[in-house]
């Protein structure tokens, strides 16, 4: 069994940055492919980024593309979301999810186990 606890939500304005943090326990970190999904107010779930077991390859929605970047460090069982320019559209609760297939996060918008999200508000 995995848990996963998100830090690093807050209140920032239009166009500031935050860095999310996901730590992983309870299972082999390595072995999973590991996304952050955000759900907006109202909205369902939805996939931001992924990176693979190794950290080499990233996804990113098109929607952040060239804003955030995931990374992770399998030595901390940690994966990372740097947030720039952030946009009114980014508010919502994040969450990290693990799954040890890539494509069923990338794809499906499904994963084995998520984290209990962190808040992002962005305000003008």
């Known amino acids: 069994q995995v848990q996963l606890v998100e830090s690093g939500g807050g209140l920032v304005q239009t166009g500031g940055s935050l860095r999310l943090s996901c730590v992983a326990s309870?299972?082999?970190?390595?072995?999973?492919?590991m996304g952050w999904f955000h759900q907006a107010p109202g909205k369902k779930r939805e996939f931001v980024a992924g990176?693979?077991?190794?950290?080499?390859?990233?996804a990113y929605a098109d929607s952040v593309k060239g804003r955030f970047i995931i990374s992770r460090d399998n030595a901390k069982n940690a994966v990372y979301l740097q947030m720039n320019t952030l946009k009114l559209e980014d508010t919502g609760v994040y969450y990290c999810?693990?799954?040890?297939?890539?494509?069923?996060?990338?794809?499906?918008?499904?994963?084995?186990?998520w984290g209990q999200g962190t808040q992002v508000t962005v305000s003008s």
């Open positions: 309870g299972g082999t970190f390595k072995d999973y492919y």
């Open positions: 999810a693990a799954d040890r297939t890539g494509s069923r996060i990338r794809v499906g918008n499904e994963a084995d186990y």
């Open positions: 990176v693979s077991w190794s950290g080499l390859s990233t």
